[in-house]
């Protein structure tokens, strides 16, 4: 099944951090991915994503302003199941 692509926005690129504005499309996904860095991400939207990794298939439920951590080498697949646009904030530690 072909997705349509999320748009990443990079708002600010240094020595220490990459933040980049993730906007997805009812449908859209990332791709596969993994992350060479540790990041966090803000949620600006509250729902459902759902995460592809090689465990299987996860939907975790993010609110609007709750922050969360992953540390680097995550590997995924994350896809907006919902009818309506996601949008979150990553930051990416350099």
Do not use: C
């Amino acid at each position: 099944m072909q997705r349509p692509a999320a748009t990443p926005t990079i708002q600010l690129d240094n020595d220490t951090v990459r933040v980049t504005e993730w906007r997805f499309a009812a449908g859209a996904e990332t791709g596969w991915h993994t992350h060479a860095m540790p990041y966090v991400v803000v949620p600006m939207t509250t729902g459902p994503l759902l995460l592809e990794t090689n465990e299987g298939e996860q939907t975790s439920q993010l609110t609007l302003g709750q922050a969360y951590f992953r540390p680097a080498g995550v590997k995924h697949n994350v896809i907006n199941p919902s009818d309506h646009e996601f949008v979150f904030v990553e930051t990416e530690i350099k």
